[in-house]
């Protein structure tokens, strides 16, 4: 399943140390049929594996920003984003379980997004597809079907969780229970608007050209700008206050401490990640819904929502009224709390208790 990527590495590819060890791809050999009526050619997914191929399989789908990478390997590279989470003994036990995350299609990553090349061998900029979670769902399935056969447990936070609903939704067969982390099953108007912000943040960019920027200046102040506004939507007033409270940034004259961390955490963005990755990816989480078609279809799947009680982007109330929904409609549903004044952020940031969680879900799932 293994192949070399035919992709450029692009420059926040190579700040990232780009590719690590353990990161493989599996190149697709037929176009993907997406919901536009369109098609994607060619394409490929960056992917990662941990644990036993004997072991039993479960699959990460990684938030809006992230990637294949949520831990590190034996033989080196960078920690992952969920690196107290995923490891031999620790709640994702690499040990027991045979681990899969990959790069989401329209990713920064390895994964064919917007600075892929197109057949011709220019990059794609603003051609590329107009594509749901649906179709990243039906891209995933078909690495997932070569890399192992059979029911799979999904796990994902934020988009990722976003996904692991959607792909359930089309291949409940294949699925035998899903944890959705700080996940809706529709995009309401308050992540919309913030997410609007970002995307106007971007085009607004006197580098953006439309979108095809690869050869010269990307659109860098406008990502940055995305990102500051996400941050806020990640955060809460708590966690704000406690790591700066009114201090002011030393040397900076009197500039705030918050102001400062907002300006890095954007820097750090665009280090590492594609302005338009985010539009297409932002557009695609705004756009989903999970149909009454689709709960109907995951009502033999057990559904473990976990929402985070400090959560301002998914508000607590409305993970629980989503929750509801999806048991009004016959659905197994299973919802706990993640606490932590980290906001959005708690699942990323909260790793010992969401290790906690992940272990009880896989647990469960074998019962």
Known sequence: MEAKSTEPVRPWQVRQGFPWPGL?????????????????????????????????????????????????????????????VLGPGKGLDSEKFHVLCFN?????????????????????????????????????????????????RLIGGSMGGMLALAYAALYPAEVSAVMAIGAPIQHDPWAIAYHTVGRTAIMADVHF?????????????GLALARMADMISYQHPESMNRKFGRGLQPGKGDQ???????????????GRFDANTYLVLTRAMDRFELSEAHIQAIRTIPVWMVGLESDLLYLPEEI??????????????????????????????EQEAMGRLAAQFLKDAES
């Open 104 to 152: 989401v299609l329209g990713g920064a990553m390895g994964s064919s997004g917007p600075a892929s090349c197109d057949e011709s061998g220019k990059p794609w900029g603003s051609r590329f597809p107009d594509i749901t979670l649906f179709d990243m769902a039906r891209a995933a399935h078909l690495l997932i079907h070569a890399w192992r056969r059979g029911p799979v």
């Open 209 to 221: 050209r439309g979108g095809d920027y690869y050869d010269g200046p990307a659109p860098e102040q």
């Open 320 to 349: 629980a009224r989503h929750a509801r929904r999806l048991e009004d409609g016959g659905v197994a549903v299973r919802l706990s709390w993640l606490s932590g004044p980290w906001g959005h952020d708690t699942f990323l940031v």
């Open 24 to 84: 493989q791809f599996f190149e697709a050999t037929s176009p993907l049929a997406l919901d536009n009526g369109g098609q994607l050619f060619p394409w490929q997914l960056a992917y990662e594996e941990w644990g036993p191929a004997s072991g039993q399989p479960v699959v990460v789908f990684h938030a809006l920003t992230g990637d294949s990478h949520v831990a590190s390997h034996p033989e080196g590279g960078p920690p992952g984003w969920w690196e107290r």
């Open 256 to 270: 705030f401490q918050i102001a400062s961390y907002l300006s890095y955490q954007g820097e750090k963005l665009v």
